[in-house]
């Protein structure tokens, strides 16, 4: 009986070991040669949904997330595609889908490189904007050889616009009163409470943003769509346009429903398997995945002390400064790694978790290590601190930065409790300061004083640190801050940013300084390092019913996992995942 028992054992284990041993090959791409053949492919890109920059590991996040993909996956698979004999065509369908404009930049320039690899791009969308502005949508397609338009579609390209919201008049109705500062005239998220309109300088920064956003624009479809610049500008003027009159003005090729452009394509390309990027990519050998290392470290959201954490139910990121000081000292401590990848999409947050994470890259540096900061659609205030530690700072044209300075204040809600809700309030404290964070007491006079000593400290620091990390003097750096935001491209001309390039840019970049040659394999290492499923399910926190189910699905798969991890012989390098609570003082 024993025997046999042992014998149906060693037979399960097995049967376990060909199918989590088959689908790791399938996954990872070694049986993409036996699959694929030499057939041709056309590749099939849906930009429908949300391109984000860096997965959360938390079940929950991914359940509500969806199948969303992110930028870095998207310009894998492009450069793979590209080298790829195989793949003739793309087609990329062009709906919804949220993208920053740097993130569009970025893969603009992917879709570019494709198409130079001797590939056809072909872009189609239902419509550019119905009843609403598809400029963005429509500047992304101008990458591609062709646009196809649906018959009934249009293209909403009528310009820049910004509404910002203000509630100095609900606030006065509520008998709420904001009460704090900022450093300086520029930093202007505290207006919103404070005026019922923008403020001159506000009005300044906006106007600047919208004029080289404007003009990045204006370039890219005059380049795109090889026309005069003059002539897109006049066209932007007129716009928006109906289907019919686009294709007449050139900013679309044909009129053609989805089906027709499937047709046309197959006709293109004989016999060619329509596939996923996707799915292409997880059969194919990732081209950031084989090779010598490079770390890459995620600050993603509003930066906060603490764990780096993906809210599902608001979609907001937090980048930790926890999480990520972690992930920094562990790319440090590991021998292989030479060059951090640092990418960055960030507002700002709290100066504190900012500060703390540019020292550790600081001491990265100190310790031999290269830092490459890549950033995204934001790297602004506490985001723009934690880029200042770097060997090259890099930003795509659209990329908002700065904002250096900082901003505090509270809404003082005495008069609505008692005068709208009849709730009133009393006190007792020890000492006279004790209610300078009360939300219902103003500011007395000693401590309207700390207050903006304190503010006057942190944006002395902040703009210290600035005028050390990108070799400035100490007075350019006060006429350039003042809590202003800039485009990238006017970040580079003030000395802000190091240049102007995409992602892919820095990677090539990270790979020069680490001697890793521009045709040569190289692996992107991402620290902290991606949970296991079972760490995912399994967590240290405090029992509940939710986290005995869960630990009990763990322990009844338990046995796998020594097979699994000897199946996937992945590189687990060291990241800790450090829990406490965010609490942010100011917002850079």
């Known amino acids: 009986m024993n025997k046999r028992k042992t014998v149906r054992n060693i037979v399960a284990i097995l049967i376990l070991v060909l199918i989590f041993g088959g689908g790791y090959l399938l996954v990872s791409g070694k049986w993409h040669g036996l699959m694929e053949g030499n057939q041709p492919i056309i590749l099939e890109l849906d930009l429908d949904k949300r391109v984000v920059e860096d997965a959360s590991d938390n079940p929950l996040a991914q359940l509500t997330a969806g199948d969303r993909p992110k930028i870095q996956d998207l310009i894998a698979g492009l450069e793979a595609a590209g080298r790829d004999d195989r793949v003739k065509l793309l087609i990329a369908r062009i709906g919804n889908g949220s993208m920053g404009l740097a993130q569009r930049q ?95 300088p506000f009005r300044e920064a906006i106007d600047a943003l919208l004029k080289s956003f404007h003009q990045q624009f204006v370039k890219a479809i005059a380049e795109g769509r090889k026309l005069p610049p003059e002539q897109v500008q006049q ?10 009159e686009a294709v007449k003005l050139g900013l679309a090729d044909r009129l053609l429903y989805r089906d027709e452009v499937y047709q046309q394509a197959e006709s293109e ?42 809210n599902p139910f608001t979609d907001d990121d937090v980048m930790g400064s926890d999480t990520v000081c972690e992930a920094i000292r562990a790319a440090t401590d590991d021998k292989k790694i030479k060059v951090i990848l640092f990418r960055v999409d960030s507002p700002g947050g709290s100066y504190v978790a900012s500060d703390a994470i540019l020292r550790e890259l600081a001491r990265a540096r100190a310790r031999g290590k290269k830092v490459v ?33 900082v901003l505090a204040f509270k809404l003082l809600t005495r008069d609505f409790w ?35 000593a304190w503010l006057d400290r942190i944006y002395q620091e902040f703009t210290d640190k600035v005028a050390v990390g990108r070799k400035l003097p100490k007075e350019r750096v006060l006429e350039i801050a003042k809590g202003r935001v800039w485009s990238g491209e006017d970040a580079k001309r003030l000395g802000l940013v190091d240049e102007l390039g995409s992602f892919q840019r820095a990677v090539a970049v990270a790979k020069e300084m680490s001697g890793i040659g521009a045709d040569e394999n190289f692996k992107l290492m991402r620290y902290p390092r991606p949970k296991s499923i079972f760490e995912m399910l399994g967590g240290k926190k405090s029992e509940n019913s939710k986290d005995v189910l869960i630990r009990s699905l763990v322990e009844t798969l338990a046995p796998l996992r020594p097979a699994i991890r000897a199946l996937s012989k992945m590189e687990e390098p060291a990241g800790a995942n450090v829990v406490s609570l965010p609490d942010t003082e100011f917002e850079e």
Request: net charge neutral; aromatic share 12%.
């Open 106 to 200: 970025d893969l603009r320039e992917a879709i570019i490189k494709f198409r130079n690899s001797g590939k056809k791009a072909y872009a189609f969308s239902e419509t550019f904007g119905e009843f609403t502005y598809g400029g963005a949508n429509y500047y992304l397609a101008t990458a591609f050889d062709q646009i196809f338009l649906q018959p009934s579609g249009d293209i909403g390209l009528t310009g820049f616009r910004v509404e910002p919201m203000f509630f100095r008049g609900a606030l006065d109705k509520l008998e709420i009163v904001p009460h704090g500062g900022q450093r300086y005239e520029y930093k202007n998220a505290l207006d919103v409470f404070t005026e019922k309109q923008m403020t001159a």
């Open 235 to 244: 066209l932007i003027e007129g716009g928006p346009y109906l289907g019919t």
């Open 269 to 310: 390309v004989k016999n060619g398997k329509l596939l996923y990027l996707e799915s292409y990519l997880k059969r194919r050998t990732n081209p950031f995945n084989k090779g010598k290392p490079i770390a890459i470290v995620y600050g993603v959201g509003g930066v906060q002390r603490g764990e780096s954490k993906h």
């Open 373 to 405: 900061i890549s950033m995204g659609n934001l790297a602004a205030s506490g985001g723009y601190i934690v880029s200042l530690a770097a060997d090259r700072v890099i930003a795509e044209p659209a990329t908002i930065t700065g904002s250096i300075g």
């Open 418 to 452: 008692a005068n709208k809700l009849g709730i009133t309030y009393d006190s007792a404290q020890t000492s006279r300061n004790a209610d300078l964070f009360s939300s219902l007491q103003d500011y007395s006079p000693e401590e309207w004083a700390k207050f903006n």
